[in-house]
């Protein structure tokens, strides 16, 4: 008996070691199969995550930040023991004595899930097993990946230190609300860096891995709170945590950025505009949109944040006073669920998802929560409703008509419930008065009219302010890069660049008179804007006065062959037309493209690019672009002699010669003092030039000081008239105003630099003729001349451009507003005479010649 029972228990063990053998060679077939062909494991020595781009202000502030995944990289050496102790013990706390599966965590595993019965069931990963998951295999739920992601874990820990692994981990692991890594989860959760972590919200954040997208701190509250304190809990159990710490930290409320405990990292920020979308636009091109968006650049952008929002506000002001001109109220076009206006939560909730702006500085986002005989109550976001509540008075609408389903006009609102309905979401600001006491609650509304607005350095291209349109929360189109729209006369200085350069002189006389073009489409017959015409005029008044047939008759003289080559070689256009009429600004170009050739005239004619960045690092911290490329000759220098400034060595190109450029700017100065930029008030020189298309459908305004050029562009998307009145001299000409005031406080400004190789001469501004010595009057100008070049003056240097005159005209129109009954000139000898009535070239032709 004894030996059957031998026996048979000697056969069983043979049956079992032959099992426990097959079984072992079974599975070692297993891992040998799926052993074969892994990814290389090795390539994580070098990980390089999606990282988050920022762009930084002058002043080393970040002002925008770009992610396709929110990342902020942190090596293992900046996370706190803390943090890694949270997440070890939710995910693994045989770490650091397992051999990249823990065979105790997965037997376990096994236990809870058959004792209930498929119900509990848990994963057993450890973070190497994670990390090969999420690094080097796909997230199918398969035995196939499971089997490669224990080969693959039990090859990372025998190539990477723990703490390597560990980095990888914590870097990369998704925690919800596009937060990616435990850096980034800590600005996002509580905006806090990683070393300010209480206990608790460190096991908070080791408690997201497990479910991120069921476990948002708001909706899922009560299951994050008992996740976070079941993390809290084996941290304690791990010796991580004392009892006393672990039950303080345990009665702690779970608070968050998105319950409104801590103010979001984002509201640090100011709101996206124009100019960091700019620069994303820019740089996604030149580095590729998946290196800007997930290569960790640091962006030094060129903006001056104080002058952004100087040009904002101006741009702004100008397109909402038109706006309000037109009379017609719009609102936001957005309604409210009547469900929603139920209690003050409800409405709050709705109108905080509202789609309106709300980049735009001093309006709130509203609610019409009631409609009075005479006013309107508002909620408003943001701002408590108080017991008496807040109100749009009846004489807030008085100014507007609401549009009728038919297309029409309504009659002007009288009351507030004529313009708007209970639930409709408007936009408010509050108006106060010269005190600064609140006055009332106003309606506002996004204009229907856009523009664009442009600032940079003259000398060095940075781009210190740029608007692209009312609000870039309700329209993203940048109108100072993309809207392709016609200079108008703001194109004019490039024909007389040209001319400058090719004999002509700011006294050249050119004929003020009819002309006509055969053209395939007919008979073209250009104006002036005044409907006059002024017979022989010199250069200078016919860009201070904006003289298009003058402008015509230039641009004939020279050939538009040569115009097409100035206005290329300033980068307003890749390829001009070579038609007359594009003297006259008829083709379309850019805001940006016109603002950053009129900065080559200031700086006195060298080539100048614009750039919104001035440099930008990869995440290694090594610049990869720069763009000033002039060097500082005494830089390294320890001292200098006092009063002396650095040296600056530029090989940049010379676009003009330099004399031009200062006898174009002069010229545009005159534009300001006596033409129509008239309305520019600095205490500084500036010159410039307005731009007004045919029917207005586009105005302008470009001007620069000594160190600043800014541009205006006014006009609807879908070009129409802006109507009477509307000029770049009353529309663009404030906006320039306003910000150039602010630009002035800030940057100064001098006299124009006068180039050297040439010399001033008296002329009458009127009839182009030398004057002697020591004549004075406002019919002196000053006028710079090459040396070594004699000018030719009066009628000696008559231009017509091949048309003649065609009919009798004024011989020297002193003005455009001269009397009928006398005009007074001044001879070349300074005598004053009162000529009795128009000289004109009847009188010429008969011998009278005053």
């Not at 009659?411 to 408007?426: C, E, N, R, Y």
């Not at 940079?456 to 109108?479: C, H, K, L, P, Y």
């Not at 990869?618 to 000759?633: A, E, K, L, M, S």
């Amino acid at each position: 008996m004894i030996r059957f029972l031998f026996s048979t228990a000697g056969g069983l063990f043979s049956w079992i070691i032959t099992g426990i053998f097959f079984g072992a060679l079974t599975l070692g077939g297993v891992f040998w199969f799926y052993g074969q062909d892994l990814p290389n494991h090795e390539q994580l020595t070098q990980y390089s995550p999606k990282t988050i781009s920022r762009i930084y202000s002058g002043e080393g502030r970040i002002i925008d930040e770009f992610a396709d995944e929110r990342r902020i990289y942190a090596p293992i050496e900046e996370i706190p023991d803390l943090v890694k102790q949270a997440f070890i013990s939710a995910e693994d706390k045989n770490f650091y004595t397992h051999q990249g599966f823990d065979s105790r965590g997965i037997a376990a595993a096994v236990w809870e899930a058959v004792k209930s019965r498929g119900k509990n069931v848990r994963g057993a990963s450890t973070i190497p097993q994670q990390v090969a998951k999420n690094f080097l295999l796909s997230g199918d739920k398969t035995i196939e990946r499971k089997i490669k992601e224990l080969i693959l874990s039990t090859r990372l820990v025998e190539t990477l230190s723990r703490d390597k692994i560990l980095e990888l981990y914590l870097n990369e692991i998704f925690l919800g609300q596009n937060s990616y890594g435990v850096s980034a989860a800590a600005q996002t959760y509580f905006n806090k860096t990683l070393s300010e972590l209480a206990p608790h919200e460190a096991a908070t954040l080791a408690a997201m891995p497990k479910e991120p997208s069921n476990f948002h701190p708001v909706r899922n509250h009560d299951r994050l709170l008992e996740r976070r304190n079941y993390v809290l809990r084996e941290m304690w159990q791990n010796g991580y945590l004392n009892e006393a710490s672990y039950r303080s930290e345990r009665d702690q409320p779970l608070r968050s950025v998105q319950n409104g405990d801590f103010p979001a990292f984002r509201e640090a920020l100011p709101p996206r505009d124009y100019f960091t979308d700019e620069i994303r636009s820019q740089l996604s091109k030149s580095f590729g949109e998946e290196e800007f968006f997930s290569g960790g650049l640091s962006i030094r952008a060129t903006v001056d944040p104080s002058m952004q929002a100087e040009a904002a506000a101006a741009l702004q002001e100008a397109l909402e006073s038109y706006d309000r001109k037109q009379g017609l109220w719009r609102g936001t076009g957005r309604v409210l669920d009547p469900e929603a206006l139920k209690d003050e939560a409800a409405w709050r909730a709705a109108l905080a998802a509202a789609d309106v702006p709300r980049d735009v500085a001093g309006w709130s986002p509203a609610v019409v929560l009631e409609v009075g005989e005479q006013s309107a109550r508002i909620g408003i976001e943001g701002v408590k409703d108080d017991a008496d509540g807040h109100y749009i008075p009846a004489e807030d609408v008085t100014w507007a008509r609401k549009r009728l389903a038919d297309g029409t006009r309504g009659p002007k609102a009288k009351v507030a419930g004529d313009l708007v309905s209970v639930g409709d979401v408007v936009l408010v600001t509050a108006l106060v008065d010269k005190e600064g006491a609140f006055e009332r609650w106003s309606l506002r509304q996004v204009p229907e009219v856009q523009g664009g607005f442009m600032a940079m350095d003259v000398n060095t291209g940075r781009v210190i302010a740029m608007q692209g349109g009312f609000s870039w929360q309700s329209s993203e189109f940048n109108r100072a890069t993309q809207a392709m729209r016609q200079p108008g006369s703001s194109f004019k200085p490039f024909v007389y660049a040209a001319a400058l350069d090719s004999g002509f002189t700011p006294a050249t006389i050119v004929v003020d008179a009819p002309i006509e073009v055969d053209t395939p489409q007919g008979l073209w017959r250009p104006k002036n804007a005044s409907n006059k015409y002024y017979g022989l005029t010199p250069l200078r008044t016919g860009i201070e006065q904006s003289r298009n047939l003058m402008t015509v008759r230039v641009a004939q003289e020279i050939g538009m062959e040569t115009v097409a080559g100035y206005a290329e070689r300033f980068g307003v256009y890749d390829r001009l037309q070579p038609f007359l009429a594009n003297a006259l600004g008829s083709q379309e170009t850019t805001l940006y493209k016109m603002v950053a050739a009129y900065a080559m005239f200031a700086n006195g004619g060298e080539r100048v690019e614009p750039t919104l960045v001035d440099r930008v690092q990869d995440r290694w911290g090594r610049t990869i672009y720069r763009h000033d490329q002039r060097t500082c000759v005494d830089c390294d220098k320890e001292a200098l002699p006092a009063g002396q400034a650095p040296s600056i060595r530029s090989d940049r190109e010379r676009v003009m010669d330099a004399i031009t450029a200062y006898q174009l700017t002069s010229m545009m100065q005159g534009v300001v003092q006596r033409g129509s930029g008239s309305g520019v008030r600095l205490p500084v020189p500036v010159a410039g030039k307005t731009g007004t298309t045919n029917d207005a459908k586009d105005v302008w305004f470009i001007g620069f000081t000594s160190n600043i050029v800014a541009g205006c562009y006014m006009g609807y998307d879908q070009p129409r008239t802006l109507g009477a009145g509307a000029y770049g001299g009353t529309l663009c000409v404030p906006v320039f105003n306003a910000f150039m005031k602010k630009a002035v406080e800030k940057f100064g400004g001098s006299q124009f630099k006068v180039p050297p190789g040439g010399h001033f001469i008296n002329i009458d501004r009127y009839t182009g003729e030398q004057l002697p010595p020591g004549v004075g009057g406002d019919f002196v100008q000053a006028e710079y001349f090459r040396d070594g070049v004699v000018p030719i003056f009066g009628l000696g240097a008559l231009v017509d451009g091949d048309w003649g005159i065609t009919q009798n005209l004024p011989l020297f129109a002193r003005g455009e507003f001269e009397s009928e009954d006398g005009t007074t000139v001044t001879t070349s000898t300074g005598e004053t005479v009162v000529i009795p009535k128009k000289a004109d070239f009847g009188t010429l032709n008969s011998g009278g010649l005053y």
